[in-house]
Structure formats: C-alpha cells, structure tokens
C-alpha cells in the first residue's frame, strides 16, 4: 500500500468521488505497480473507516464468463479520476506513456515508432510490446482537483469541456457518468450519514429544490416527533436516488442473494443467509452483524444506481 497522503489531503480528495464516479484505481501487487484499472463508486465503504471505497471495476470480472464484474474495498490513496485523453495526438519515440494492455492502463515508454504503430516498453516486467496510436495515451500524474501534470492543452481542454457536474464522456475504454436532476413530485429514495443507517434507503417525495445541489423533500413512512404530518428535510443531492423500478423475484431468493429487506420503514442492505420453509428467509446485515429474518413479500432484489441507471446486484454472488 502506498503511504497515506495528510488527513487534509484525504478530507479534500474523497469529496470528489461520489457515488457513481468513474475513477481508476492503482495496485501495488506483485506484477501490478505501474497499472490503472477503471472502475466506478459504489459507496464508501463503513462510517467508520471513511476513506474506503466499494469499487466495481469495468474490465475486471469475478468469474470466467465476464458477467460478474468484480467488486473490491479500496482505500482512498488508490484511487484517482480517469485521466485525461487528447483526442488526437502524435505520439514519438521516448514519450512517457500509458498503454491499455490486459484490461488496464500501463506506465511504459515508447521504443519505436513504426507509422501507426508503436513499441511500448514496460520498465517494472521488463518487457515490450506493440500498440496503435487508439489504445495509447500520453502519461499523466494527478497533482488532486481537476489538476494533472502535463496538463491537456487549453483548446483540447475546451473541446472535452472538462469535468461538469452534469456530465462527462471519456474514450472507448470507459464509460458515461451523469448527475440526475429531480423534478419537484419525483418519488426518490434517501440515504442518511447519521450513525446506525448505514446501508437504508427511505422513500420520499421531491418537494422543491432548494439551492444548488439540495432539494427539500417528503418522506412517505417517517413522521414528525408529534407524529402529525410526514417529516420533511433538505437533503444533499449525493444522498438522493430515483425509486428503483419492481424487480419481482416469483419463485423465492437464493441464499447469498444481496437484497434490501423492509424494517424500520425503511430499505436496508443485506445478504441472505438462510433459505426458511413458507418464504421466509434469514437475512445477514453486514454494517451491524446481525441477522433477521424476513417474509418473501418483504424483501426485494437489491440494485445499484450507477451511470445513470440501475444496476441488478448478481444473484447468490456474495461481495
């Protein structure tokens, strides 16, 4: 593992890596120094460690028929945003490099240069090998922010229209990410950072937006301390998320099956244990260490909303 950066460092740094940022995240494994893998957030990873990230990597997958795409812990030193990428560029002989190479991107040099095509040579495997111009880009180191060294230029920096909270493009490796915006009397669920709701999702309705990036919202089954009305709150738009869409599971759930399960008014994340006779099922909470158990009809397939839509967690797939 690499050292870790000061506590300020870390602080401004993991501001930038919402759920559902595309980032890339680096290894220090044996055979692996030197390489960049694209992935996107997930979530932090527990309260109480808040610099580590679940990330879902695009190129890696957990199984040999690359459906599963695999899921680690990462803490923060590892990870950057996805570097940046002029559209067209000449590359030439001794140029600092990375090569997309075994699903990732590779710290090399150029060797040779043959018309289109290049000899990358890779200083930590001591080997080289032949690339096209596409699946090159011209090394970057991050310096935090938007920042990076060598900068892109300012007319390609324009044409790319840098990051913007709406939305962002990259290359042919990687993937679209957008912001939602929600329109008032959209149905939302809503997260919360306080102690003890790790992992639950609170159904609620937008009422307004409320300045930049907030929205006040109503929630359908939380009520006020008098109990007289449903309660309202302004909330962050990083701990709001469409109504996920009806994933009806007919027949029953699998054991090892990530599932939201309603308690407490609310969805919360786990992972089925055990399979009961008569649809029920005991439910694993992994931020408390408990299990429940739970009726067929009060449990739901859990889904990720990545990239702008949801993402079905693999079924009896346990990360």
């Known amino acids: ?29 044996v055979g692996f120094r030197g390489s960049w893998f694209t992935g996107t957030v ?49 590359f030439k002989f001794s140029e600092e490099v990375d090569a997309f190479y075994n699903d990732g991107w590779w710290e090399g040099a150029i060797t040779e240069v043959n018309g289109d095509k290049f000899k990358v040579y890779f200083r930590s495997s001591k080997e ?44 042919k490796h990687d993937k679209t990410v957008t912001e939602v915006k929600f329109d008032k009397g959209a149905l939302v669920e809503v997260s919360s950072d306080e102690d003890g709701f790790d992992g639950a999702w609170f159904a609620a309705t937008v009422v307004e937006p409320v300045g930049k990036d907030k929205y006040l919202i109503e929630y359908q089954s939380l009520r006020t301390e008098d109990d007289t009305e449903f309660l309202r709150e302004e909330v962050d738009i990083l701990h709001i998320r469409p109504s996920p869409p009806d994933t009806v599971v007919v027949d029953s759930f699998n054991r090892l099956d990530e599932v939201d399960a309603l308690y407490n008014d609310g969805w919360w994340v786990g992972v089925i244990s055990k399979v009961l ?24 397939l859990h889904q990720e909303w990545i990239d702008g839509k949801w993402i079905v967690t693999c079924r009896g797939f346990e990360v």
């Open 42 to 90: 997930i979530r932090r990873a527990s309260k109480k460690d808040p610099f580590k990230y679940l990330i879902q990597y695009i190129h890696l997958f957990s199984d040999e028929s690359g459906t599963k795409p695999l899921r680690e812990i990462i803490d923060l030193g590892q990870l950057r945003p996805v570097a940046p990428r002029e559209k067209k560029r000449e």
């Open 1 to 29: 593992m690499p050292p870790k950066p000061k506590p300020t460092t870390r602080d401004s740094s993991s501001s930038i890596f919402k759920p559902g940022t595309l980032v890339e995240v680096s290894s220090n494994d």
């Open 277 to 300: 006779t008569n649809s029920k099922y005991i439910v694993y909470f992994k931020n408390t260490l408990e299990e429940m158990q739970f009726e067929h009809s009060e449990l739901r």
């Open 128 to 171: 080289q090998f032949e690339f096209t111009k596409e699946d090159l880009r011209l090394h970057r180191e991050w310096l935090g922010g938007d920042k990076w060294k060598p900068p892109l230029k300012e007319e390609e920096e324009e044409e790319n229209g840098k990051v913007s909270t709406e939305s962002k493009t990259e290359d």
